[in-house]
C-alpha cells in the first residue's frame, strides 16, 4: 500500500511475457517509468522468473481461505492486496495472454472463493475498487484480437477488488522490439503510468479526507 502520508501510490507491475526485453517489457518499463516520474512507487514482478504453478482445483482456498500451493504466488497475494493499482503486461497468444499470465491469474481464483463463497473480505485497503491498467500487443492484424484477454483481464481484476480502468493494445508488433518503431506507443504508456498516478493520489487524497 501507499505511503498515504506522501501519497505516493504503489503499481503493481506484472510482467507477463515469457521474452526478456520483448514488445510487452517495453511497454509496462515504460509505463513504470511514467509512474516513478509522476512520484509513485512501481514493483516489478517478472512471471517468467517464478514458479507458479497452475490452479491445481483442489479447492483449498474455499476450504481454508488459502491456497495451499506454496510457490512463488504466495508473496503475489499479498501484494495484490496492498496494493494501490495494478499494471498488468500480455502478449496476445492464442487470443488470450500467456501461459504465464494465466497461471498468476488462475491462482486468483483463491481470491475468488475467498470473496464469493466464504463472504470474505480479499482486501482491507482503504480504496473500494482500485485501478487497473492492461498493456498488450499482437503479432496480427485480427479486429478481435484483444477482446478474449480483454475479458479475462476485467474478471480477474473484479475479483481483487479493482477495475479495468485503462487499456492500451498495440496490433501488428512481432518481432522482439518492434514495439519501439511505433510512432507513440512508448510515449503513450509512459504517459498512463503518470496519470495513474495523479488519479489514484486524488482517490487517495479524498478517502483520507473523508475518514473520521
Ligand atoms: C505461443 C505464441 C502464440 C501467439 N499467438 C498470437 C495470436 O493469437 N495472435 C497474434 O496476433 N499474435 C500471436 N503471437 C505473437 C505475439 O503476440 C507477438 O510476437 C508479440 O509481439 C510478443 O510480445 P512479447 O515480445 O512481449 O513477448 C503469438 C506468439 C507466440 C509465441
Known amino acids: 500500500m501507499s505511503n498515504h502520508a506522501t501519497l505516493a501510490p504503489s503499481v503493481l507491475c506484472v510482467y507477463g511475457s ?12 515504460a509505463f513504470a517509468a511514467g509512474v516513478e516520474a509522476a512520484g509513485g512507487t512501481a514493483q516489478r514482478v517478472y512471471l517468467r522468473n517464478l514458479t507458479i504453478s497452475p490452479c491445481r482445483e483442489i479447492y483449498a482456498c474455499e476450504r481454508e481461505g ?20 495494478i499494471a498488468l503486461a500480455s502478449p496476445i497468444m492464442f487470443y488470450n495472454v500467456s501461459a504465464q499470465t494465466k497461471a498468476f491469474l488462475d491462482r486468483c481464483q483463491a481470491f475468488w472463493c475467498i470473496k464469493y463463497r466464504r463472504g470474505e473480505p480479499v482486501t482491507d485497503h482503504p480504496l473500494a475498487l482500485r485501478k487497473g491498467v492492461f498493456l498488450s500487443v499482437g503479432g496480427s492484424k ?6 478474449g484477454a480483454r475479458l479475462t483481464v476485467k474478471y480477474f481484476l473484479e475479483t481483487v477488488d479493482a ?8 496490433r501488428t508488433i512481432d518481432a522482439r522490439g518492434d514495439i519501439a518503431q511505433h510512432p507513440s506507443a512508448l510515449i503513450e504508456a509512459r504517459a ?21
Open 66 to 85: 488459502r491456497c495451499a500451493l506454496n510457490d512463488d504466488m504466495q508473496p503475489l497475494y499479498d501484494a495484490l492486496r496492498t496494493t494501490d493499482a
Open 192 to 212: 498512463l503510468g503518470g496519470e495513474l498516478v495523479e488519479a489514484v493520489r486524488r482517490e487517495l487524497a479524498e478517502v483520507s479526507r473523508d475518514r473520521p
Open 142 to 147: 485480427g479486429a478481435k484480437l484483444f477482446d
Open 18 to 29: 515469457p521474452r526478456i526485453r520483448g514488445n510487452t517489457d517495453l511497454l509496462l518499463d
Open 163 to 170: 477495475v479495468l480502468w485503462n487499456t492500451l493494445t498495440y
